[in-house]
């Protein structure tokens, strides 16, 4: 009968801490990643990305320059995108392509 009313009273207190961890920010962020909620999606591509049929266009693999300076121009124009990328650590000098996506939204593809 101990026994069984130490495992209860064993699962009651690791129940009454378990919603503590769940409102932990840095726990959630490392498990879930960051929510910005600003419509702009960054997408990174470089040496690491394994690339898939169709995931990524063929001219942001391999960009030209006058591609990455229209879009690091459209990044440092507006000010949304401006927001978001400092937000997320992401240099201008970074930017290779900037998309709308059909809901609206912007894509960020970066280095």
Known sequence: MKRIAGIILTGLSLAV???????????????????????????????????????VPLFVRHPSAALMRAAQAEAASDPILGEALSRRGIALHNVIWVQTAMNGGRIIYHY
Do not use: H, M
């Open 17 to 55: 801490g378990t919603p503590a961890l769940a409102g932990d920010a840095e726990l959630a962020s490392i498990l879930f990643g960051k929510v910005y909620n600003d419509g702009v999606t960054a997408v990174q591509v470089g040496a690491g990305y394994r690339w898939r049929n169709g995931d």
